[in-house]
């Protein structure tokens, strides 16, 4: 039963003046300026803070409520607050028959410091080529037929080629453009490169750690760092890899920890069942949205997909794939074979929204619709499931201008238009969003 208590020492003072003239029946309780009353007034102020502090503790027995106890009412329901992780991955140096040891430390422009974590020798590498296309603007776009391991520093050379334009006896610059492909300057219109194709290049990625821990430690693709202690034969720069160094996540947030309890609180568990999957997931700091799709691909296998919303790119790396992949694996019944377990990113479909009309168009109303949206692609989206055209329209049109209270009048879309098709796999993601 709820408590019935007054909501302001005015309330508490006419109490008290009430049981006053039951008591006292000549005394006049309503003169403010005589004893009575300024007596009345302290005693009421006391007993209202009294009040206030039962009211606040009300709040603190409940896991839903409470503000103060937040860890303990974790560690009862068995968990706790995840800690910050520091980022890794891979950067590239070159060098000749130089040796990296473990525990080399590479620092930043901005001072933050990542350690080697293996021992690497570089070597004159030649990795296999799958093709040279064509130049396009002046660049030729090379296919590796593995992973390159590359970041955008390291020059190449190239030889082979049937077609003299694209051979590179000198040391060449290159751009790393993904996972396998990169491009460097050719000059003509050669037609695409045939021959027994050869790219050399002396330079190998090291995996290395963040020395702190924390969201700041990440870092993008071709961010440069120098090796603390020159080391012979290498050079001083290194640059992140594609994979880039990721993982880094701030301390889980007291509130984001209350959401996981009581989410298991709400959700009963059975072993390996769809709640059990994603409050193991959502174990590894950063998780925000587990999907998981039972009897996918196939009868007897299950698909987890995941989201980091909170992290620059939402969609996860491979390195945080592997992190969730692990934990779950842990769970995976006996019986099931670890390949019917496939855990993945989702591949993201990014949305423009392009606005051809707004009213108003303020800078205010523009910044407030950006958060709505943002919301919205980061709780209303689902993996494999086409985003309603009604949906994100509704999203913008209920947009309200905190600060001057403005609510939307009317807008006008270019793009997209309709529902937003989305595939087995794939996630609608929030692009780029122009305003008139």
């Known amino acids: ?31 403010e300026e005589s004893w009575l009353g300024g007596f009345i007034r ?36 068995g968990f706790s607050q995840l800690a910050a992780t520091a980022a890794s991955g891979d950067i590239v140096i070159q060098g000749l028959d130089a040796i990296v040891p473990v525990g080399t430390t590479f620092v930043t422009a901005d001072g933050k410091e990542y350690v080697t974590t293996e021992a690497v020798t570089i070597a004159t590498n030649t990795p296999s080529i ?3 296309a064509s130049p396009v603007g002046g660049y030729s ?7 390159h391991g590359l970041a955008s520093n390291v020059l190449i050379k190239v030889s082979g080629a049937d077609q003299s334009e694209y051979n590179k006896a000198a040391w060449t610059e290159m751009t790393v453009t993904g996972s396998t492909t990169l491009s460097y300057a050719v000059s003509g219109s050669p037609a695409t490169a045939t021959g027994t194709l050869v790219l050399t290049h002396e330079s190998s990625p090291i995996a290395v750690i963040s020395s702190e821990t924390g ?5 993008v693709l071709d961010v440069e760092l120098t090796v603390q202690t020159p080391i012979t034969d290498l050079e001083d720069e290194a640059n992140v890899g594609w994979g880039e160094l990721g993982g880094g996540v701030d301390q889980e947030a007291l509130s984001a920890l209350r959401g996981r309890y009581l989410y298991r609180l709400r959700n009963p ?20 949205r587990v999907f998981v799709h039972e009897t996918t691909p196939a009868v007897g296998q299950v698909s987890v997909f995941f989201m980091r919303d909170l992290d620059t790119d939402p969609i996860p790396s491979a390195s945080e794939v592997a992190a969730v992949d692990a934990v779950l694996q842990v769970i995976r019944p006996a019986n099931t074979d670890v390949n019917d377990l496939i855990v993945a990113a989702p591949v993201a479909v990014t949305t423009a929204i392009t606005f051809s009309a707004l009213n108003p168009n303020t800078a205010a109303m523009q910044a407030a619709i950006t958060a709505s949206l943002q919301q919205f692609f980061a709780e209303r989206t689902d ?25 939307m009048g009317s807008f006008a879309l270019s793009a997209p238009s309709g529902d937003v098709s989305v595939a087995t796999g794939y996630i609608a993601t929030l692009g780029t969003i122009t305003y008139p």
């Open 1 to 31: 039963m709820a408590l019935d208590l007054p909501t302001s020492a005015k309330a508490v003072a006419q109490r008290i003046r009430v049981d006053v003239q039951r008591a006292m029946a000549g005394a006049n309780t309503a003169l």
């Open 42 to 77: 302290g005693v009421a102020d006391r007993v209202f803070e009294f009040y206030y502090a039962l009211a606040r503790a009300t709040l603190q027995v409940m896991p839903d409520t409470t503000i103060d106890f937040i860890t303990r009412w974790a560690s009862i329901l």
């Open 130 to 132: 799958s093709g040279i």
């Open 141 to 147: 776009t090379v296919t590796t037929a593995a992973e």
């Open 215 to 219: 969201e700041s430690q990440n870092q």
């Open 269 to 288: 568990v059975a072993h390996f069942n769809v709640v059990e999957i994603e409050t193991t997931a959502k174990t590894i700091n950063g998780v925000t």
């Open 383 to 407: 993996v494999g499931v086409d985003v309603d055209e009604d949906a994100y329209r509704s999203a913008i049109f209920n947009t309200v201008d905190i600060l001057t209270g403005a609510e």
